[in-house]
């Protein structure tokens, strides 16, 4: 089994409010981007890693995967305005060997080993998985201007993290289907439940969280101190 992983990262993170996009600051010496490679990296069942990112950035995805020895990474891809793009674009340079693509997002460093290995072998069998929490606070559906019009029913809810891994075929078919349709999605889940897929959810940890926030460094900061792959 030959497993592609793909890393979209061109996104420039204004949230973050930094000079520099998210993925490439500062944790615990090393950029949050390379601690997300790393995971993939130590995956034995992961043959080839693939960066997206803004072309002012391809020189320095190179200088990276030397300085830290990842030998999965491929030469970097150019990303796209959206996620959906650069992921789009890294699609085309996928090893015609592939026949299991995990996405997972450059700025989720905690990720465990289990959840990708979990994810893949689900996928494997099932076509298509994602990996999730489940919702702990009480959810609230709201109207366009912010009134509560019913609470939901928690036990039934999940919060969405990636890895997000799927069948090839299964994929490149969603992708192009969302290219035909005009689909536009920040989830690669919802493009393949267009064309009929249900994923399957992998119980993740609360700890994969997402660096998108100042708030989110610091408590990154502090994770990466006890952190165990």
Request: aromatic content about 6%.
């Amino acid at each position: 089994m030959f497993v592609s992983a793909i890393i979209p990262a061109a996104g420039f993170g204004e949230r973050m409010g930094a000079t520099i996009s998210k993925q490439f600051l500062m944790l615990n010496g090393k950029p949050i981007l390379v601690h997300t490679l790393e995971r993939f990296q130590a995956c034995e069942m992961v043959k080839e890693i693939i960066v997206a990112t803004q072309s002012s950035s391809l020189s320095l995805i190179e200088e990276i995967r030397e300085k830290y020895s990842l030998t999965k990474l491929k030469p970097p891809v150019e990303g796209g305005e959206r996620r959906q793009d650069s992921i789009s674009n890294a699609l085309r340079y996928v090893d015609e060997q592939c026949d299991i693509i995990s996405v997972h997002d450059a700025v989720r460093p905690f990720v465990h080993l289990k959840e990708i290995t979990q994810s893949i072998e689900t996928a494997k069998y099932y076509g298509a998985s994602i990996v999730a929490v489940r919702a702990k606070d009480t959810m609230k559906q709201a109207s366009t201007d912010g009134r509560v019009e019913k609470t939901l029913n928690r036990s039934s809810l999940w919060s969405v993290q990636t890895p997000q891994t799927f069948q090839k075929k299964i994929l490149l078919d969603a992708y192009r289907f969302a290219e035909m349709n005009d689909l536009m999605a920040t989830d690669d889940s919802f493009l393949v439940e267009q064309i009929g897929i249900s994923p399957i959810i992998v119980e993740g940890s609360y700890e994969n969280i997402k660096v998108t926030t100042p708030d989110d460094l610091l408590l990154a900061e502090l994770l990466v101190q006890r952190f165990v792959p």
